[in-house]
């Protein structure tokens, strides 16, 4: 019976290295995947490729390959990762240039590209999901990159490549890709797609299937969560899976962080949409085998769209966010004066009235408008958030949270205030045929 | 939250556990029983209908229950609940990744077994 045993190295853009390497290591892995794009990063991405053509792929590219290609050269193990971003070639000629210089000489690095539509996309193109088109956004698009599936990766496949640079390819297919390779299965067997997509699904988020995102303590404890390992899947011909972790890894593999990660991110679970097929979750079955040991199986499909999703990053202005601290006494009272006193003076003072918003950390912020509030916090912060084109309406509104200082309640301290850059993300559909993914192949 | 609860009611984290994710402007919270009796207990207390009427200025657009009841499950997809998603939000957390403490400190709906 052939095992393939594929794992996880990183679930978003910013994850840990560490367990990743010492997975390669120790994880007789065939492949490995990099999961490190969302929605706004691909966006970012852009913004960072208009300043400088060189940039736009995963910050971190450069240190997870140093760290990785000999790990993955010496354990035989496919590398796949969409952390090329907005700029898979750069990203696939930085690696190439790393490895050589780590002396991996035939090393092959495939740069999958096409996912870029930009010039493809209509401008009157309707948004997927809400009322109105691309025309009615009167802010500069940075970029429009589809959701490329499973079968814009298997040419690399094919051609022996060691590890494999794409931008945005969907996060599922690049489990799918390396199963359906193996197990030669047909990408009109919408069970195999459907069993498939489960077990990339189930591990395109990391840890959050190996105790991340989990841990509630007194009713579900996680074993040395500061050491989780990423997850293994052992995937059979069939497309049936048990998934797990290195033993000796802090973290935990149940049913419950199955069943999780299970419908996360999910509506209907009988209809997940990926460029590869319409996958059925509504049946799976979730069954403990062992010691941080789950089976999954039963995941089934249909038809894959007819269209590919794309999404349309803008340009977002900026973001201000800003906060002070009360403590002891009454603390609830002054930051409240505190929250009063900020929106009368963005109002009259500046004329600042919209995307303004004002909580009391403490006491009343992430449920605020759920409409929750705590009663007996004696230690609060007022933490003020606003978004807009203008730069200088940022910089206005942490000018006056650091003047309650001097000019607000008493006892009021730890002044901090940050601006960020912003994105903007809508979807829109592109019929498949117009998209025409490409592949070159490097040796180092 | 609040006053200590009276009584010491019995809340839906004492019997089951969840996790939220977001897309777009449209949050979906999946809750899970940790036994099988409790499943029907799960699904009388959290209804489509109580949760959009609990928290009406949050969940501003339909919501919507799948069940799995072979895994004691529920999914909750909750449209126009993220005061505009992560591109809008002014929320610390705009993706709402806290929300299935949400339902998960909404109290039991245990009146039925009361009466039994």
Redesign the interface.
């Known amino acids: 019976m052939s095992t393939f045993r594929i794992g996880t190295g990183a679930g978003f853009s910013s994850d840990r290295l560490e367990p990743a390497v010492d997975l390669v290591e120790r994880g007789e892995l065939d492949a490995i995947v990099f999961e490190c794009l969302g929605e706004?990063t691909v966006a970012f991405g852009h913004r960072d490729r208009m300043a400088d053509p060189q940039r736009g792929y995963n910050s971190l590219l450069e240190r997870r390959m140093r760290a990785l290609l000999p790990a993955c050269r010496k354990a035989g193990t496919v590398m796949i990762t969409n952390m090329g971003a907005a700029n898979p070639r750069a990203a696939a000629e930085r690696t190439l240039s790393i490895a050589r210089e780590l002396g991996l000489q035939g090393l092959k690095v495939a740069c999958i590209e096409g996912d870029d539509v930009s010039a493809l996309v209509p401008s009157n193109q309707p948004f997927m999901?809400?009322p109105g088109t691309l025309a009615d956004i009167d802010i500069p698009v940075v970029g429009m990159n589809a959701y490329l599936g499973a079968d814009a990766i298997a040419p690399a496949l094919a051609a022996g490549a060691d590890v494999i640079i794409g931008g945005r390819l969907a996060d599922p297919s690049m489990f799918l890709a390396p199963l359906a390779h193996r197990f030669g299965w047909d990408a009109t067997d919408m069970a195999r797609m459907g069993a498939g997509t489960l077990v990339g699904h189930l591990l395109e988020c990391g840890m959050q299937v190996t105790g991340g995102?989990?841990a509630?303590p007194g009713?579900?404890d996680v074993a040395n969560l500061a050491a989780c390992g990423y997850p293994i899947a052992e995937v059979q011909p069939d497309g049936s899976a048990v998934i797990t972790k290195l033993a000796d890894t802090g973290g935990y593999v149940s049913t419950?962080t199955v069943?999780?990660?299970?419908?996360?991110?999910?509506?209907?679970?009988a209809r997940y949409l990926t460029p590869d097929v319409t996958a059925d979750f509504?049946?799976?079955?979730?069954a403990a085998a062992g010691d941080n040991r789950v089976k999954v199986s039963n995941a089934s499909g249909t038809t894959r769209p007819a269209t590919l999703k794309v999404t349309v990053g803008f340009d977002?202005g900026f973001?201000g966010e800003a906060g002070v601290s009360y403590a002891g006494p009454a603390a609830q009272q002054r930051g409240q004066l505190a929250a009063e006193i900020m929106a009368e003076r963005m109002a009259r003072v500046h004329g600042i009235k919209s995307?303004?918003?004002i909580?009391l950390?403490g006491v009343s912020?992430?449920?605020?408008?759920?409409?929750?509030?705590?009663?007996e916090a004696q230690d609060v912060r007022l933490?003020v958030?606003?978004?807009s084109r203008q730069k200088e309406d940022a910089e206005t509104m942490l000018w006056e949270v650091e003047s309650l200082l001097c000019c607000g309640p008493a006892g009021g301290g730890g002044y901090r205030g940050a601006i960020t850059p912003c994105?903007?993300?809508k979807?829109v559909l592109i019929p498949r045929g117009r998209v025409k993914p490409s592949l070159q192949v490097m040796v180092a | 939250?609040?006053?200590p609860r009276r009584n010491e009611r019995r809340i839906v984290?004492d019997i089951a556990?969840?996790?939220a994710?977001?897309?777009?402007n449209?949050s979906?919270v999946?809750v899970?029983a940790?036994e099988p009796k409790d499943y029907e207990l799960l699904k009388r207390t959290l209804t489509a209908e109580r949760i959009k009427r609990t928290?009406p200025?949050?969940i501003r657009g339909q919501v919507?229950r799948?069940e799995?009841p072979?895994?004691n499950?529920l999914?909750f997809?909750m449209q126009d609940a993220l005061?505009g998603g992560?591109?809008?939000s002014?929320?610390?957390?705009s993706h709402g990744?806290?929300f299935s403490y949400?339902l998960l400190?909404l109290e039991l709906d245990e009146q039925d077994a009361d009466r039994s």
Do not use: C
């Not at chain 1, 912020?365 to 009663?375: H, N, Q």
């Not at chain 2, 994710?21 to 777009?24: P, R, V, W, Y």
């Open positions: 706004r999901d809400e995102y989990f509630d009713v579900k419950q069943k999780e990660q299970l419908l996360y991110e999910v509506h209907d679970p509504s049946r799976v079955q979730i977002g973001q995307d303004l918003r909580d950390i912020s992430l449920f605020a408008t759920a409409g929750l509030r705590a009663t933490h958030a606003l978004r994105v903007m993300t979807s | 939250m609040n006053a984290r556990h969840a996790r994710g977001d897309k777009g449209t979906n999946n899970w940790y928290f200025h949050l919507t799948y799995l072979h895994l499950g999914n997809v005061e992560v591109n809008a002014l929320n610390l957390d990744k806290s949400l400190g």
